[in-house]
């Protein structure tokens, strides 16, 4: 017979986890705490989030069992990456009073070692007997399981994370589905994907499927991003999939505030997790993200777990400290650009850690008793320091900059030709505009065609203009840009990376000089111009559009250009990713009075004569 268990008292279990894979393989899948949770078969529970006078956030959890409701204080999860988390909740009522899960990690070899320690403290006589009668025996044959699952997927032999329980489906999905498939694949937007989308909505576990992020898909199966983003757009046309525009916080980056069009899209919102409002901002922080049709399968609200580290992974270290408290813990920061902040709302920071040693990371009250916070002296190395010189609880947070990562932005998204091929009607409301930080433009004309149209008469032409764009349409989109409109026989096109911009102007000319070499028709001859800068969108004649001087200096650089030859402002000349493939011709400087801009301007320009050259000398396949 179990002995008794006193009120007030802590009873705990500790498991011994070892892993032939190293700590960086194993924590993604162990710090994953909400598919952990969901893989255990926890059960979902709803977060309410209460503003405090200090600006910080209490999170209540509450739980509905039968009748009854249990509600709790969820504590924000402790971590250091690939070292250690720690999650408590205190409940309100229930048979507990406290329960703390924390993992701890050690390198062994070439592998290393957990050790999952469970705490829980009994509020009354039903939590003593439930201890009693093997809680946490129970829980730690279960995350045992869990954990031996963990390793084999770290070491490659399981494909999914966690055994969990099998998906529910919609009635009929199968048979919709196998429709759907062969519908996508019949697309150019399917590229041998729409099985593989489809197997990932109907196998994977919940929190893979209520945000379904192309980027994230790409990386995962190892093919293009454009790839993966179309394939999802078509599955949205074909019923496979829902589309929507996430509005992300810039501080937790979670979006906390959805609309299915881009009309519906409001100029901010406010993150009651952070307590703070924020702005849109097309090229940041507007997501286009994907969930399953309902057709296919629903997605229930609830929550796993509110925080945990693979929730946020981007945040490499959360940790709270009382009032005055300092703490210096183990920790591995590689090279790279960081913010510091806390979870409470306040002042952050920008560093650059150049080497593996880490600034200490100081909390303190400013001259105007504003609480800011600052990097210090270098910590030890290998070390990472915290100090807490404020008056109140802070939970630190140390992140890496590329929370939006995974993030389909609507500036990217909207600069796609599937994209406004699928959802011509998906644009702003009227009167309504967003900033682009920064965007490379295209502008082409056909030179000469009022003459080609008199010496050929007007349907031959007109056949002639049509397979004109019909390779400036190819061309655009197989360097992962759009077509924004026509206007005559010119097009404007844009895109988000300003080398896809520079590839896709070197391969019009090289298409067009294939096909007059082989048509055996009269001549195309296509000018061409390119800048990247700041612009705004806005909807014109129903569709998306962009204006602004980047616009304006972009045509103008275009009728600059003589006819196959390639001219480039002076500013995406310089650009970083432009530059080396610059470097590969032989670029020639000059400058003008462009209309509209008050001082000349320079930009290079690569001759036709130096894109036949590059051609002749490629190797012949």
């Known amino acids: 017979m179990a002995?008794?268990?006193?009120?007030?008292?802590?009873?705990?279990?500790?498991?011994?986890?070892?892993?032939?894979?190293?700590?960086?393989?194993?924590?993604?899948?162990?710090?994953?705490?909400?598919?952990?949770?969901?893989?255990?078969?926890?059960?979902?529970?709803?977060?309410?989030?209460?503003?405090?006078?200090?600006?910080?956030?209490?999170?209540l959890g509450h739980l509905r069992k039968g009748p009854f409701t249990i509600t709790w204080e969820d504590k924000p999860v402790n971590w250091i990456e690939n070292r250690?988390?720690?999650?408590?909740?205190?409940?309100?009522?229930?048979?507990?009073?406290?329960?703390?899960?924390?993992?701890?990690?050690?390198?062994?070899?070439?592998?290393?070692?957990?050790?999952?320690?469970?705490?829980?403290?009994?509020?009354?006589?039903?939590?003593?007997?439930?201890?009693?009668?093997?809680?946490?025996?129970?829980?730690?044959?279960?995350?045992?399981?869990?954990?031996?699952?963990?390793?084999?997927?770290?070491?490659?032999?399981?494909a999914l994370e966690f055994e969990a329980k099998p998906p529910k489906l919609a009635a009929g999905a199968a048979a919709r589905i196998a429709a759907i498939v062969p519908q996508i694949e019949a697309t150019s937007h399917?590229?041998?994907?729409?099985?593989?989308?489809?197997?990932?909505?109907?196998?994977?576990?919940?929190?893979?499927?209520?945000?379904?992020?192309?980027?994230?898909?790409?990386?995962?199966?190892?093919?293009?991003?454009?790839?993966?983003?179309?394939?999802c757009l078509e599955a949205v046309k074909q019923g496979l999939l829902k589309l929507r525009w996430d509005l992300l916080c810039p501080r937790c980056g979670i979006g906390k505030a959805t609309v299915t069009t881009l009309d519906q899209l409001p100029t901010g919102a406010h993150c009651p997790s952070c307590n703070i409002p924020y702005d849109r901002n097309f090229s940041k922080n507007v997501e286009?993200?994907?969930?399953p049709s309902l057709a296919i399968r629903a997605v229930e609200g609830g929550e796993y777990c509110l925080f945990g580290p693979m929730s946020t992974p981007h945040v490499r270290i959360?940790?709270?400290?009382?009032?005055?408290?300092?703490?210096?813990?183990?920790?591995?920061m590689p090279p790279g650009f960081y913010r510091l902040r806390t979870l409470e709302p306040g002042a952050e920071e920008f560093i650059e850690c150049r080497g593996d040693v880490f600034p200490e990371v100081i909390a303190s009250l400013g001259p105007d008793g504003k609480e800011t916070i600052a990097a210090g002296d270098p910590a030890?190395?290998?070390?990472?320091?915290?100090?807490?010189?404020?008056?109140?609880?802070?939970?630190?947070?140390?992140?890496?900059?590329?929370?939006?990562?995974?993030?389909l932005t609507a500036h990217r998204a909207t600069a796609l030709?599937?994209?406004?091929?699928?959802?011509?009607?998906?644009?702003?409301?009227?009167?309504?505009?967003?900033?682009?930080?920064?965007?490379?433009?295209?502008?082409?004309?056909?030179?000469?065609?009022?003459?080609?149209?008199?010496?050929?008469?007007?349907?031959?032409?007109?056949?002639?203009?049509?397979?004109?764009?019909?390779?400036?349409?190819?061309?655009?989109?197989?360097?992962?840009g759009a077509?924004?409109?026509?206007?005559?026989?010119?097009?404007?096109?844009?895109?988000?990376?300003?080398?896809?911009?520079?590839?896709?102007?070197?391969?019009?000319?090289?298409?067009?000089?294939?096909?007059?070499?082989?048509?055996?028709?009269?001549?195309?001859?296509?000018?061409?111009?390119?800048?990247?800068?700041?612009?705004?969108?806005?909807?014109?004649?129903?569709?998306?559009?962009?204006?602004?001087?980047?616009?304006?200096?972009t045509a103008r650089l275009e009728g600059q250009s003589q006819g196959g030859d390639v001219v480039v402002s002076r500013k995406l000349a310089s650009d970083p990713a432009v530059a080396p493939l610059l470097a590969d011709y032989a670029p020639v400087s000059e400058s003008a009075q462009l209309k509209g801009f008050a001082e000349p301007v320079p930009y290079v320009r690569i001759t036709a004569e130096e894109l036949a050259a590059k051609r002749r000398s490629r190797p012949t396949t």
Request: glycine residues 8%; hydrophobic residues 40%.
């Open 318 to 332: 959360q940790v709270t400290l009382g009032a005055g408290e300092s703490r210096t813990e183990t920790a591995t």
């Open 84 to 158: 250690w988390f720690e999650h408590c909740r205190h409940f309100r009522n229930g048979p507990f009073k406290s329960l703390c899960a924390t993992l701890r990690f050690f390198p062994e070899g070439k592998g290393c070692r957990g050790e999952y320690t469970l705490a829980v403290e009994p509020a009354n006589l039903l939590g003593r007997a439930i201890l009693a009668l093997g809680f946490l025996d129970a829980a730690g044959r279960t995350f045992a399981r869990l954990a031996r699952n963990a390793g084999d997927f770290a070491k490659g032999e399981r």
């Open 483 to 553: 077509i924004v409109k026509t206007i005559g026989d010119a097009i404007m096109a844009a895109f988000i990376d300003p080398a896809d911009a520079f590839r896709c102007a070197v391969q019009i000319q090289d298409d067009f000089e294939s096909f007059n070499r082989t048509s055996g028709k009269e001549p195309v001859i296509v000018k061409l111009g390119l800048h990247a800068g700041r612009c705004i969108s806005v909807t014109l004649n129903d569709k998306l559009d962009y204006y602004g001087s980047a616009t304006n200096m």
């Open 417 to 480: 030709q599937s994209f406004r091929d699928l959802f011509t009607n998906d644009v702003l409301r009227p009167g309504d505009h967003v900033e682009i930080d920064h965007i490379t433009l295209m502008f082409t004309d056909l030179k000469g065609s009022t003459s080609l149209y008199g010496r050929i008469g007007e349907p031959e032409a007109y056949v002639l203009v049509r397979q004109h764009f019909a390779i400036l349409g190819k061309a655009v989109r197989n360097n992962n």
């Open 3 to 59: 002995s008794p268990i006193p009120m007030g008292h802590v009873k705990s279990r500790t498991c011994i986890w070892r892993f032939e894979a190293p700590v960086e393989k194993i924590w993604p899948v162990l710090a994953d705490t909400a598919r952990f949770n969901e893989a255990a078969e926890l059960p979902k529970h709803e977060i309410e989030e209460i503003p405090q006078a200090d600006g910080s956030v209490l999170y």
């Open 190 to 231: 399917g590229h041998g994907l729409a099985q593989r989308l489809a197997d990932f909505i109907t196998e994977r576990q919940e929190v893979d499927i209520w945000k379904i992020r192309p980027l994230k898909l790409a990386r995962l199966w190892g093919v293009p991003e454009r790839h993966a983003i179309e394939v």
């Open 288 to 291: 286009l993200a994907f969930d």
């Open 380 to 407: 030890g190395r290998g070390q990472v320091t915290l100090r807490n010189k404020t008056s109140r609880r802070l939970t630190f947070i140390i992140e890496d900059r590329e929370w939006a990562r995974d993030a």
